[in-house]
C-alpha cells in the first residue's frame, strides 16, 4: 500500500464514520471529506469542483425541478384521488399503494411520490380502524424498488449511468435499468402485499374512524388574556370547563421570569400566565374555544375586529418535516414563522416523547411532526417553503388540477429525447425542466427551491473523492483484493457479493455517496475478472438503491419513521427478508440481461 493510498483510505474511513455518527449533515461530511483530499494533493486543485459541472449532478438537479413540476400540475394527483376508493382490505390497500408509489418513483423523485402518497395512506388507515404503521413502511420501501426502474428513478442510477462511460462505451440509456428492476419491483410488491406488510410493527391506533393521523402528547403554549374569565379561577376550573370532552394536562406555569412545573389544581390564574398544555390537536380546539385562552406562540398586532373577521378563514393541519427543510436544525422563534411565512406553529411532537421545552426554543430535527395553523389558501404554500409535508389535512383534499396534459407531454417529450438518444440525457431534461417553468407549471422561485441542495452537494463534494480512489490506486488495491475470493467463487456469488457489499453500505450512508465509492470498484474487479464491466455497475445500482434495513438508509424510510411509531429496529423486520429477496432475483437477472462477456 503507497502513502496516498493509506492516506485516501484513513479520509474514507473517517468520512464513512462521519456518515454513520448522523451529527453532521452528509452534505457537510462530503465537503469535509474533499478539502481533505484537497488539501493533501490527493485530488489535484483544479479538479475540486469538477463535480459541480458534472452530468449526473446537473441531471439529479433536472430530476428534482421535473418531480416538483409534476405535483404542481396534478399528474401524480389524478392517481392519488383514485386511491381512496379501494375499499378498506388491508391486502388491497397495500398493493395498490405500494404499486401506485413504486410506478410514480420510476420517474419521478421517489421521495416526492412518498410525500404525496403518504397522506393518502394515513387517510386509508384511519378510516379502516387501523395503525397507519402497516402502511406507511411498505409505502416507502415501494417508493425504493421503484426507482430502480429508469435512469432517473433515483441518483445512484444516474451515477452508474455515467460511470459506464469509463469503460469505454455509452452511458446506460433511459430504460437500460427497466429489465432487472421490472424483476425485483413486482416480486418486491407482491412480497410487501401478501407478507410483508405482517412483519411490520402494529403500534395502537384508535379505531374511531377519524380523519387526522392523531398524534398525543403535543406540548403547546396558551396566554391567558386579561379579559379571560379565567384570570382569577384555578388551574382546576379551567380544565373541568372541558373535562367531559376531551383530556387536558397543565404540564407547567410560567409567571413573569418564575417556570412551575406541573402547578397544583389550586393555583389561581392571573393575566399575563403562560401555561404549557398537553393534549392532542382535538382537545387544544376545544379548550382555546371553550376558555378564551390565547396561543401564545402566535400573538398578533390584529385588533379584535380583524380577527374576528378573520377567525374563520384560519385552519389547523399536521405536517412532518422532511431531511432537506429549512426547519431542520433552527427554531420556530429564530426563522420569526409567523411574521415571515403567515404559520404558527402550535405544537411539536417527535416519535411519541414528550419535548417539555418552549415551543421557540425547540430545534426542529427531520421527521419531528408539528401542528401548524395558518390561512386555508395560503397553509400549503408556506408549507412547501419550508420543506414540511402534509401528513394528513382535515378533508385530506389532495386534488390539485392544473394542466394535467400539458405536464406530462412535456414530460413526455423529454424522456423520448433520451429513450431515441437524440439528445444528452442532462441536456434533455435541463430542457424540460425549463419548459415547466415557461409553461407556467412551475414558478421559477420553487423551481430552485425544488433542488435538494444537500443532495447536490453531496454528489459534486464525493465524485472528486471516487475519482481519487481511482487514481491512487485504492479501487484497484480493493478489486485485488476480491479476486482473491473469485479464484474460489463462482462469478454469480462475486456478483452477489458486490451488491449485498453496496445494500450494507447503503443502509449507513447516503446512497448517492455509496454508488460514487462502489463503482470504480466494481469497473477494477470486471477488468481483474476480464469480464464486461456492465454487470457489476448493474449490481451496484441495485444494491444503492434498495437500503431496507435501517431508517436513515434513504430519506423515505427516514420520513416514514415517526407518523408510523417505528423504533431503528423495526425496519429489519421486513428489509431483510426483502433484501434477500432482492439479491435472489437481481443476480439471475443481471447475468441474463447483462452477461459477464460482453
Known amino acids: ?167 469505454g462505451a455509452p452511458a446506460f440509456g433511459m430504460f437500460d435499468f427497466l429489465p432487472v428492476g421490472l424483476a425485483i419491483t413486482l416480486v418486491g410488491v407482491a412480497f410487501i402485499a401478501l407478507i410483508g406488510w405482517r412483519l411490520t410493527p402494529q403500534r395502537d391506533q384508535p379505531t374511531d374512524g377519524g380523519e387526522l393521523f392523531e398524534i398525543e402528547n403535543y406540548l403547546t403554549e396558551l396566554r391567558v388574556p386579561e379579559s379571560s374569565a379565567y384570570a382569577g379561577r384555578s388551574v382546576h376550573e379551567l380544565i373541568d370547563s372541558v373535562a367531559d370532552e376531551t383530556d387536558v394536562m397543565v404540564t407547567a406555569l410560567l409567571r413573569d421570569d418564575e417556570r412551575r412545573r406541573l402547578p397544583s389544581t389550586y393555583e389561581v390564574l392571573k393575566p399575563g400566565d403562560i401555561l404549557l398544555i398537553e393534549a392532542d390537536s382535538d382537545g387544544l380546539e376545544a379548550l382555546i374555544e371553550v376558555t378564551g385562552l390565547e396561543l401564545a406562540a402566535g400573538e398578533s398586532s390584529e385588533s379584535s375586529e380583524e380577527t374576528d373577521k378573520t377567525a374563520g378563514e384560519l385552519t389547523l393541519t399536521e405536517a412532518i418535516v422532511a431531511p432537506n427543510s429549512r426547519l431542520v436544525g433552527s427554531s420556530a422563534g429564530a426563522l420569526d414563522l409567523r411574521e415571515r411565512y403567515g404559520v404558527n406553529v402550535l405544537a411539536v411532537a417527535r416519535q411519541g416523547k414528550r419535548l417539555k421545552q418552549r415551543i421557540n426554543q425547540i430545534r426542529f430535527v427531520p421527521g419531528d411532526i408539528l401542528l401548524l395553523q395558518g390561512r386555508e389558501e395560503s397553509l400549503p404554500g408556506a408549507m412547501n417553503r419550508l420543506g414540511c409535508l402534509p401528513l394528513a389535512s382535515r378533508g385530506l383534499n389532495i386534488a390539485r388540477p392544473r394542466r394535467v396534459a400539458l405536464g406530462a407531454g412535456i414530460f413526455a417529450a423529454g424522456l423520448a429525447l433520451v429513450a431515441f438518444d437524440l439528445l444528452p440525457v442532462a441536456t434533455a431534461l435541463v430542457g424540460a425542466a425549463v419548459a415547466m417553468v415557461i409553461a407556467g407549471l412551475l414558478p421559477s422561485d420553487d423551481a430552485y427551491r425544488a433542488i435538494d441542495m444537500p443532495v447536490i452537494v453531496l454528489l459534486a463534494a464525493m465524485l472528486p473523492v471516487g475519482q481519487a480512489l481511482e487514481t491512487t490506486g485504492g479501487s484497484a488495491m480493493i478489486a485485488e483484493g476480491l479476486l482473491g475470493m473469485a479464484d474460489h467463487l463462482p462469478a454469480f456469488l462475486m456478483l452477489a457479493l458486490l451488491m449485498v457489499a453496496v445494500m450494507l453500505l447503503s443502509n449507513i450512508i447516503n446512497n448517492a455517496a455509496a454508488a460514487v465509492l462502489a463503482a470504480p470498484i466494481a469497473i477494477q474487479l470486471a477488468q481483474g475478472m476480464n469480464a464486461s464491466a456492465d454487470p457489476f455497475l448493474m449490481a451496484v445500482a441495485i444494491g444503492a438503491s434498495c437500503a431496507f434495513l435501517t431508517p436513515i438508509g434513504h430519506q423515505s424510510n427516514t420520513l416514514v419513521m415517526a407518523p408510523g411509531g417505528y423504533q431503528f429496529g423495526d425496519y429489519w423486520r421486513m428489509g431483510l427478508p426483502l433484501s434477500l429477496l432482492v439479491v435472489i432475483v437481481a443476480v439471475p437477472m443481471i447475468l441474463w440481461v447483462w452477461p459477464l462477456v460482453g
Open 1 to 167: 500500500m503507497t502513502g496516498d493510498q493509506a492516506l485516501l483510505f484513513a479520509i474514507l474511513g473517517l468520512t464513512l464514520a462521519g456518515f454513520a455518527w448522523g451529527r453532521l449533515r452528509y452534505d457537510v461530511v462530503a465537503l469535509l471529506a474533499l478539502l481533505a483530499t484537497g488539501l493533501t494533493g490527493l485530488v489535484p486543485p483544479g479538479a475540486m469542483f469538477s463535480g459541480l459541472s458534472h452530468p449526473a449532478v446537473i441531471t439529479v438537479a433536472a430530476v428534482l425541478i421535473l418531480s416538483r413540476a409534476l405535483l404542481n400540475a396534478g399528474v401524480i394527483d389524478v392517481l392519488a384521488r383514485r386511491l381512496t376508493r379501494v375499499g378498506d382490505r388491508p391486502v388491497v390497500q397495500v398493493i395498490t399503494l405500494t404499486s401506485v408509489v413504486a410506478l410514480s418513483s420510476g420517474f419521478i423523485n421517489n421521495v416526492g411520490a412518498l410525500a404525496l402518497f403518504m397522506p393518502v395512506a394515513v387517510w386509508m388507515a384511519r378510516h379502516a380502524g387501523r395503525s397507519p404503521s402497516f402502511l406507511l413502511m411498505p409505502l416507502a420501501f415501494g417508493s425504493l424498488l421503484g426507482g430502480t426502474l429508469t435512469l432517473i428513478g433515483t441518483p445512484p442510477n444516474i451515477i452508474i449511468a455515467a460511470y459506464r462511460t469509463d469503460t
